[in-house]
């Protein structure tokens, strides 16, 4: 009986120690969770902050996307090819005409700015040469035997001056009809005197052909 009492005894004696150990494990444990769930608190923050901190970069060809400055344009009149066409945004005149395959011969771009910036919806007609009429004159010929054709020239050294000859008298040059002899008359009362021969170049119809056939029959 009395060995049965000290056993209870010791017994009795172990479970506190027991019962605090068990305490200080799950202090231990709970201290962990804590622990473990303040880092990962931490760290969502922290990742959270990062993420708010990031700005997206706005890529700026998104912005001026080809899309968004494609432009259409009714191109008619003097053009080779007429009709609607897609350009950029910020082209000129210019090119409007160029996409439509240029210019005709009878095109006067005298009357067309072709430095102008185009718009969507813009109608661009490329005014045709209207031709001055040359004035009507009678005149009485009497033939005679041998005499000799009139010459072409009307200056000293036997060359037509395109500055000063009249319709008439460019008609009379291998090349220019009627409606070439009015337009050189044209651009020279509206634009001024020809310098040299590159100015010529600037009438609609005249042709490098047609520069090799009189560039020796005229002077300036």
């Keep these: ?64 996307s080809p899309l968004d400055s494609v432009i259409k344009v009714h191109i008619a009149g003097a053009v080779r090819n007429p009709g609607v066409y897609r350009l950029k945004e910020g082209d000129r005149v210019e090119d409007a005409i160029n996409a439509a395959g240029g210019i005709t011969d009878e095109a006067d771009l005298l009357k067309i700015d072709l430095a102008r910036r185009i718009v969507d919806e813009m109608q661009i007609i490329v005014p045709s040469w209207t031709p001055t009429a040359a004035p009507l004159t009678t005149t009485t010929t009497i033939p005679l035997q041998n005499t000799p054709s009139p010459p072409l020239e009307n200056g000293s050294d036997g060359k037509i001056n395109v500055n000063s000859a009249s319709a008439t008298e460019l008609d009379k040059l291998p090349g220019i009809g009627t409606v070439l002899s009015a337009r050189i008359v044209e651009y020279r009362s509206k634009i001024g005197l020809y310098r040299n021969i590159e100015d010529l170049r600037k009438i609609p119809g005249i042709t490098n052909s047609v520069i090799e056939k009189i560039k020796d029959l005229i002077a300036f």
């Design 1 to 64: 009986m009395a060995e049965q009492n000290k056993h209870t005894s010791n017994k009795t004696q172990q479970r506190p120690g027991i019962i605090n150990a068990t305490m200080v494990i799950t202090f231990l444990l709970m201290a962990a969770i804590g622990i473990g769930i303040f880092f990962s608190a931490k760290t969502d923050t922290q990742i959270h902050a990062s993420s708010k901190q990031v700005t997206p970069t706005t890529d700026s060809s998104n912005i001026n």
